[in-house]
């Protein structure tokens, strides 16, 4: 699994597309593919809305996250950044924001590769 992160608007899709080696590939944007929906290589981009809508449905992103990759271990997670600045005062934006920053620590444990995107230039850090 390949994680990128950055900020909004730092070209992370374009990094990735541009630099797959594969023929193959699907992006899937603010979700994960079900059972049987991709063939190849999925990319998921805007993964922390993905967070936010499981949440908000009152699913258990963690586990579902676990059990996607445990199924497809060959992919790439696109996120954005969104734990810096001014801390929400409303009580679900917080948790969103320290919850996504958990699973994203998890990720990244778990990740072969992971970079952060910048004006379009990736770095590798992991």
Same mark, same amino acid.
């Given at each position: 699994?390949?994680?990128?992160?950055?900020?909004?608007?730092?070209?992370?899709?374009?990094?990735?597309?541009?630099? +797959? %080696?594969?023929? @193959?590939?699907? $992006?899937?944007?603010?979700?994960?593919? &079900?059972? #049987?929906?991709?063939? =190849?290589?999925?990319?998921?981009?805007?993964?922390?809305?993905?967070?936010?809508?499981?949440?908000?449905?009152?699913?258990?992103?963690?586990?579902?996250?676990?059990?996607? +990759? %445990?199924?497809? @271990?060959?992919? $790439?997670?696109?996120?954005?950044?969104? &734990?810096? #600045?001014?801390?929400? =005062?409303?009580?679900?934006?917080?948790?969103?924001?320290?919850?996504?920053?958990?699973?994203?620590?998890?990720?990244?444990?778990?990740?072969?590769?992971?970079?952060?995107?910048?004006?379009?230039?990736?770095?590798?850090?992991?």
């Amino acid at each position: 699994m390949r994680l990128v992160i950055g900020g909004y608007g730092q070209g992370k899709l374009e990094f990735v597309l541009g630099g +797959l %080696d594969v023929s @193959e590939y699907g $992006v899937w944007d603010g979700e994960l593919p &079900g059972d #049987g929906k991709w063939s =190849g290589f999925p990319v998921v981009n805007h993964f922390h809305r993905w967070v936010r809508g499981r949440l908000m449905d009152g699913g258990c992103p963690e586990a579902e996250i676990r059990a996607f +990759l %445990d199924r497809c @271990e060959d992919c $790439v997670i696109i996120c954005d950044e969104i &734990g810096s #600045g001014i801390v929400p =005062g409303d009580g679900f934006e917080r948790e969103y924001r320290e919850r996504t920053g958990r699973i994203l620590i998890e990720l990244a444990a778990r990740a072969e590769r992971v970079e952060r995107v910048i004006c379009g230039i990736g770095q590798r850090i992991k």
